[in-house]
Nanobody
Framework: VRVVESGGALVQPGGSLRLSCGAS????????GSWYRQAPGKERELVAS????????TYGDSVKGRFTISRDNGKNTLYLQMNSLKPEDTALYLC????????WGQGTQVTVSS
């Protein structure tokens, strides 16, 4: 199983980014998908989750109204659209796919700074 995140970058406050998480070696469409983030010295935080079909989503309070999680099961890819970025969104963003097992990527760095 391979899970690879991409799309992280340095962006100014108020900017936008779209993260992608590609997966192979598993039946992507039966896995729930989540984005987590971890900033230095802080605990890992759940950012957003989406059901296997994409019909249900949940968000952490700190990103509600700014971030949108989505997926394309035909492309085996999970997305996180991030708008109105703030410096406190700076973190390593990690993708997780879960069913009976759980798979993680290595993460992609997002830095929000002027």
């Amino acid at each position: 199983v391979r899970v690879v995140e991409s799309g992280g970058a340095l962006v100014q406050p108020g900017g936008s980014l779209r993260l992608s998480c590609g997966a192979s070696g598993l039946t992507f469409s039966i896995y729930a998908g989540s984005w987590y983030r971890q900033a230095p010295g802080k605990e890992r935080e759940l950012v957003a989750s989406i059901s296997s079909t994409g019909g249900s989503t949940t968000y952490g309070d700190s990103v509600k109204g700014r971030f949108t999680i989505s997926r394309d099961n035909g492309k085996n890819t999970l997305y996180l659209q991030m708008n109105s970025l703030k410096p406190e969104d700076t973190a390593l963003y990690l993708c997780n796919l879960a069913r009976t097992g759980s798979y993680w990527g290595q993460g992609t760095q997002v830095t929000v700074s002027s």
